[in-house]
């Protein structure tokens, strides 16, 4: 058996290397193509490794933003002074100038914004170009990498490169260099030793331009056929480096302007684990703040044209060699949480992936794939998924990250453009999952467990049960699912719950996503749900919360890393006697950043002393792609930094944008006085996990927005409200202030959460959950058909028998004649939702019959009836509800008993809406009376609003009365108010059964009277499956020695385990046997 995973990437991925000297990079320069960083592995690599206390340290001193600090000493080269600010720069740089001396003059470290006088319109307007270090700054001292970082003077941009770059140079210098290698062909893994300088080739993704016939740009048309011809290939550096890709320094890209049709369809970033380097702009949203939508029609996909179009291209990836490497995209939580199972062997199966291979694929020759497919196969155990560019860009970029994300986070898309693209991103979004789909059934062998991931993939666990009707399937949201208000704004909602409902077991990370998951089902659906259960089209899917987490002891030994420590001693020094409030944030509005700056801003207004005691550093990653919500967070770091006197030695907001070494953020979070969360909305937030783990020294306190996952999890942080500046200022203030003693009680109450709560608790729990529905399921569709010499034999070796059956039709004269000979004998009980004298007007014919009404609420038992049900007032508030129905939904009405009403759409005059206006009538009803066990559910069309588990309690009372009237030791017969604490259906499965209130327990003298025989049956419902799990649970506790769940009808999902093709049927192998044995 194989644990079979499906995300949305995969966790290695194909590189393409391209060996070349250093002074042929600038003939492959292509700023829409190529990125290019000419620095070698080997040298980064080593400068990355190097100690921090080396006298040569990197800084971007002329930074606009707040990126820089301090600076070195002031007799640094003029070379030096010319650092490109457009330049790549690693993270250990970064932080080695986030540490840097302050300068021993008194001009500020930050021109722009050291002087009050500087506006921050005045800073956002000032050039890039025109920022460069002066002599009062900080400058860098040449390094033996520094010719990699060499200016790039404005009229020789990269931009210019591209218009001047001669494309047969640009592929006959590439083609010619992969040549000389000998691994070319075979997609070695392995790099040539023979060259020092290494570069990754990435294919970028392009769109094929979409030529409408009816209005034509020709000039257009044509520049962009004519750039398509181009090998559509990017630049960044070998993986191997790990540098980050260079910062932006706050300011626009440099490309933000560039028209270009590959930036077509903005991104936005993912959830904290869902990460992708701004390199990679061909998955992500590139730098461009253009809204570009498609032609009406989407994409082409003409063969011809796309042949033409890659033919280049694919020729260029042919030559170049190749190798897997570990993945940065995807899911980090789940990639870390399967690893760590997988060697601590808490998965003793064997793994198997199921992904995308992390880059476009349409440039990539056929035999290339294949042989990339084989070796993440064979090497990695990975499936890969391989869809055309257009497709993935259609769904991940369109769907996912401008319709489902913002949504899943209750930020419901208005952009119009964004609707214009909405239907045919809903295809690509199908398409991709329906590839996924395809993947896993052509992997599946019996017995596999499938589990699929995150809310890319949502329509796949229906595809696949499609294919697989007994399949084991579990689906995992990682985001927040919203409430049903938002949820129903979706335009594809329906197709998306049918979707999820396909999976056996679905997990969120809280129970108020779990919740607002069955609301939204329940009222879109109208499936019938309880606390942990959905009930549809016969079937019942678990629905639970198991919460994402960390490793929390393999994360505290990271911190005792020499570079970690020494990292630490380096901060300790730069911000001696300062308070330090970290924060580690994805860019983009959801993260909060503007209400956090605010309520930052507001703390050290109300508290000026501070404003020379704090800093915060504010750590983002990922591309900006909302300039206007950049600006507007920009302007009040501004405003922050302005308040300060003095920001030569430090500034009270320190604004990175770009993320840090891990050893390194390690090192800020070990060393933090207080951590900030605060998103809008999220998931499960694992940057405060990690913060609680590195705080052993410091036990320093977290504020944590309450709208994320963690909320519900981290016992000991400080919740806020992010919309609430005031109150989040004042939390500011407390936790800087606490007192020592209560820091630690908070942070252990947070470090017990977090190991109760790891990565281990999940990967464990989450299985068993899936194994668990999946049996129940298993159990549920188990139906054999019923043997008639076998129920002969148990009916004759009994003695005490009982018969219940449902029978929702007026009964014929053969069903009156069936039930009068066995009523003669035996008990017998017809059960139906008709009133008590409707059924007796019926049944009249039958004497000893016994009745129980409107689905058990009322029980005749020897000529007498029984109240079952608790109260009744409850109606009259029902049916002010389905009175504003029913104005909304002409033709609808509904009926009224002593105990239960029934709401009919039959004759509805917008069929369309019925199910729209009762889905809302059952949440609605199902939430005001969910504490008084009142309960709206659907049954052949048919609302019906009762009391829950009625057909229960009536038939746990007429067990009771019939072994108490058997029993010598009884002075009186059982009443219903004897069953009143009787247990209910989730009690069911329980092993205790010696309480004295249970209806299981009976006195020892009672053995040889009570009854040993009973059969049920009737057509599935939420009526009588209750029933069934009853008789089969008598049966296997020892208290009947027979029990028949018998099903007739299409039942595809029930407790019963016996199956007759009809009421008739049965009541004739009945018949037959009550004759042979009188």
Known sequence: MTLIIASLFLPHQPQFELNVQQGDGSELVDSNLVKVNNQSTEQLKKHRNGSVNSNTTPFSGA????????????????????????????????????TANATASQSPANPAVGNRAHSAEAFFNNPVNEQRVTSGGSSIPETPDSAAQQPISSHDSTANLLRNVNKSLLHQSVLNNANTSQFCAEGASKQPTGNSNSTVVTPKSRSVPSVNNAVVNFAKVKRQQQNATLPSMRRVPARSSGGPPAPSNLKFSQMAGTDSHEHAVLGSDSEED??????????????????????????????????????????LFSKIPWKIVPSDKGNGALKNAIFTAVRERLIKDPVRFVGTAGIPTDEIPKDISAKIVEKLEDEYSSSTVIADDVTF????????????????????????????????????YQRLNQLFADK??????????????????????????????????????????????????LAQREKILMGLLGANFIGFQTKEYAR???????????????????????????????????????????????????????????????????????????????????????????NPEYVEQVVLIQITMGAEKDSISERNIMLVVDRINSLSPNVSDSQPVVFLHQDLDFAQYLALSAEADAFMVNPLRGGMNLTCHEFASCSEDKNSPLLLSEFTGSANVLRGAILVNPWDIKTV?????????????????????????????????????????????????KERSTVLKLLPDQIKKDYQASKKHIFFFKISEPPTPKTLSTLHDLASKHYVYVLNSFSKATLENLYNRVPGLGLMAENGAYVKVNGLWYTIADETDWIDDVVKILDDKMERLPGSYYKISDSMVRFHTENAEDRDRVVGVVGEAITHINTIFDGRGIHAYIHKNIMFVQQLNLSLSAAQFVLKF?????????????????????????????????????????????????????????????????????????????????????????????????????LNELLSILEGINRKSL
Not at 274 to 303: C, I, M, Q, R, T
Not at 754 to 762: A, G, P, T, V
Not at 1049 to 1060: F, I, R
């Open 440 to 489: 896993i059934v052509s992997v599946y062998k019996e017995g596999d467990t499938i589990w699929i991931h995150d809310y890319h993939l949502l329509l796949v666990p229906e595809m696949v049960r499609k294919e697989l009707p007994h399949a084991k399937i579990g689906f995992f949201l990682h985001v927040s699912f919203p409430s049903s208000e938002v949820f129903r704004c």
């Open 962 to 1062: 019939h072994r108490s009237k058997t029993d010598p030791s009884s002075s009186s017969p059982v009443t219903p108010t004897d069953i009143a604490a009787s247990p209910s259906p989730s009690h069911l499965g329980s092993n205790d059964n010696s309480g004295s209130n249970s209806y299981f327990t009976f006195p020892a003298k009672s053995s040889q009277h009570h009854l040993d025989f009973a059969c049920v049956t009737g057509s599935s419902s939420p009526v009588l499956e209750p029933l069934f799990q009853l008789i089969r649970e008598e049966v296997k506790r020892g208290f009947l020695r027979y029990g028949y769940t018998i099903v007739y009808g299409n039942a595809t999902s029930t407790y019963a385990k016996e199956h007759v093709d009809g």
């Open 516 to 606: 607002h998951f069955l609301q939204t089902s329940n009222r879109l659906l109208m499936t019938d749900i309880s606390e942990t259960e959905a009930k549809y089209r016969g079937k019942i899917v678990a629905v639970k919360s198991t919460p994402v987490g960390i490793d929390f002891f393999d994360l505290n030994s990271q911190l005792r890393n020499e570079r970690v420590l020494q990292w630490r001693q380096l901060i300790r020094n730069r911000w001696k006697n300062k308070k330090l409030i970290v924060c580690r944030d994805q860019f983009d509005r959801i993260r909060g950043l503007e209400k956090k700056m605010l309520a930052y801003e507001r703390f050290l207004k109300e």
């Open 729 to 777: 200022a004042q939390c500011i203030k407390k936790a800087l202030e606490m007192p020592l003693y209560q820091k630690r009680q908070n942070w252990k109450k947070m470090v017990k959460s977090i190991i109760e709560n790891d990565s281990d608790n999940w990967i464990t729990t989450s299985l068993q959950e899936i194994n668990f529905a999946w049996e129940f399921n």
């Open 63 to 98: 930074n606009a933003s707040q990126e820089a600090l301090g600076s070195s000493e002031s007799d640094q080269s003029p070379q030096s002074a010319q650092y490109s600010l457009e330049g790549p720069m690693s993270s250990e740089k970064f932080m080695q100038s986030l």
């Open 393 to 428: 860009k259609g769904a991940y970029k369109n769907f996912c990250k401008q319709i489902l994300w913002p949504t899943l986070h209750y930020e419901i898309p208005d952009n119009p453009n964004s609707k214009a693209f909405e239907n045919h991103s809903w295809s690509y």
């Open 274 to 315: 869902d990460n992708v380097e701004n390199s990679d702009s061909d998955l992500e949203a590139d730098g461009n703040h253009e809204y570009y939508v498609p032609k009406f029609g989407g994409y082409s996909n003409d063969a011809k044209i796309r042949s033409s179009i890659l033919k280049t291209s694919q020729e």
